[in-house]
């Protein structure tokens, strides 16, 4: 079964960055499309941003388009999100997940493999 490993997150003050990897192991993610997805304490499970399996097609929630870039190394069999401009809104819990299906979606029904999340708190 597909795992996936998230790591990056931390504490940051606004208007600062972070990067977010998303890795897996035994199977190449390459062949999947991946999902970033956050919660914060309270709030329901919110879709950030995708790249499809090819890495053709990318999409952004509203809230982080413009901040945020999504981008997958096949080589180092990695997904990342790269996270600027970080306002105090976007503290919660990040998560990758991953699907077979080849389109982008930010629906996190639609995602069958999840990673155990890395937190992001962005506070002064």
């Known amino acids: 079964q597909l795992q996936l490993v998230e790591s990056g997150g931390g504490l940051v003050q606004p208007g600062g960055s972070l990067r977010l990897s998303c890795a897996a192991s035994r199977f190449r993610l390459n062949d999947y499309t991946i999902g970033w997805f956050r919660q914060a304490p309270g709030k329901e499970r919110e879709g950030v941003s995708c790249i499809s399996s090819n890495g053709g097609s990318t999409n952004y929630a509203g809230s982080v388009k413009g901040r945020f870039t999504i981008s997958r190394d096949n080589a180092k069999n990695t997904v990342y999100l790269q996270m600027n401009s970080l306002k105090p809104e976007d503290t919660a819990v990040y998560y990758c997940?991953?699907?077979?299906?080849?389109?982008?979606?930010?629906?996190?029904?639609?995602?069958?493999?999840w990673g155990q999340g890395t937190q992001v708190t962005v506070s002064s």
């Open positions: 997940a991953a699907r077979m299906t080849p389109t982008c979606s930010l629906a996190a029904d639609l995602y069958r493999y």
